[in-house]
């Protein structure tokens, strides 16, 4: 599988491509903004899904523009659904000012689905505490977990739904995944899970 990454937006936020080499079959994660080099890369590329780590506005603002683009699927956890449409929820009232048009979910997903892509299986990890409907995406030996994991850090948990107990169990039930993962998050730096379990204050113990 390959993994490309962008960042943009005001946070900023990275967005994933995730693609299985052997059919080109292609999923973007966390679209939280637009820019040429993702546009460009998207309209080359077998999108078939948008997946969603949780439903704050930094990680689903440009999902529009690039449903639009490809006519991919959108996936997000069903306890996070509401956010799509709620704007106190998405905080985008209190991050730009104005409400973001609200989006609707193609796909719901839970703990322990699968989604294909190709040829990969990409596992639902339901990870609340920054949302009440967190998820981590796994897949082949890779992370992506969105605000509930950071190289050295968590998510913060003073949002609506947020739960600081709830983060520190999702932390614990990644930990406790065998073998090591390489980590990519919804913002910052990427990492893995065996620096995160010696290393992340959070986590370590």
Known sequence: MKVTRFTGGPMPTNCYMLTDESTGATAV?????????????????????????????????????????????????????????????????????????????????????????????????????????????????????GDTLFKMSAGRTDFPTGSYPQLLASLKRLCALEGDYHVYPGHEWETTLGFERKNNPFVEG
């Open 29 to 145: 994660i966390d679209p939280g903004f637009v820019n040429e080099s993702l546009l460009k890369a998207v309209e080359g590329a077998d999108v078939q899904a948008i997946l969603l780590t949780h439903g704050h506005w930094d990680h689903i603002a440009g999902v529009a523009e690039i449903q639009k683009q490809t006519g991919a699927k959108l996936y997000i956890d069903a306890e996070d659904e509401l956010f799509l449409s709620d704007s106190a929820l998405n905080l985008s009232v209190d991050l730009t000012g104005r409400p973001l048009p609200p989006l609707k979910a193609d796909v719901t997903v839970s703990d322990g689905d699968v989604i294909p892509l190709g040829n990969l299986h990409i596992h639902v990890l339901h990870t609340p505490g920054h949302t009440i409907g967190s998820c981590c995406y796994v897949v082949e030996g890779a992370i992506f977990s």
